[in-house]
Nanobody
Framework: QVQLVESGGGLVQPGGSLRLSCAAS????????MGWYRQAPGKQRELVAA???????NYVGSAQGRFTISRDSAKNTVYLQMNSLKPEDTAVYYC?????????WGQGTQVTVSS
């Protein structure tokens, strides 16, 4: 059974940092592009960052320079380091694993940036 389990979300003040983790099981991790998406109330779900099996990364413009995505093959885990957080980063963050027609989603973790 495929499982993507996110952790690390929570409440943080503007300018603070969080590191999200996503532990994958039930897939051949090295074959999948891993990504982080987010969805704020009233908005469409958007790609925040993605990383291929070869280590190529992609970021949404608003995250560039503040967020870093990485993966640990030994742990079958993908991370999203978020620095200099802003209130507009508030959303539910979802882990995604994709390979061709196969795509899987985590349950989501809430990130709230507020003073």
């Amino acid at each position: 059974q495929v499982q993507l389990v996110e952790s690390g979300g929570g409440l943080v003040q503007p300018g603070g940092s969080l590191r999200l983790s996503c532990a994958a099981s039930g897939i051949i991790f090295s074959m999948y592009t891993m990504g982080w998406y987010r969805q704020a109330p009233g908005k469409q779900r958007e790609l925040v960052a993605a990383i291929t099996s070869g280590g190529t990364t992609n970021y949404v413009g608003s995250a560039q320079g503040r967020f870093t995505i990485s993966r640990d093959s030994a742990k079958n885990t993908v991370y999203l380091q978020m620095n200099s957080l802003k209130p507009e980063d508030t959303a539910v963050y979802y882990c995604n694993a994709k390979r061709q027609w196969n795509a899987y989603w985590g349950q989501g973790t809430q990130v709230t940036v507020s003073s």
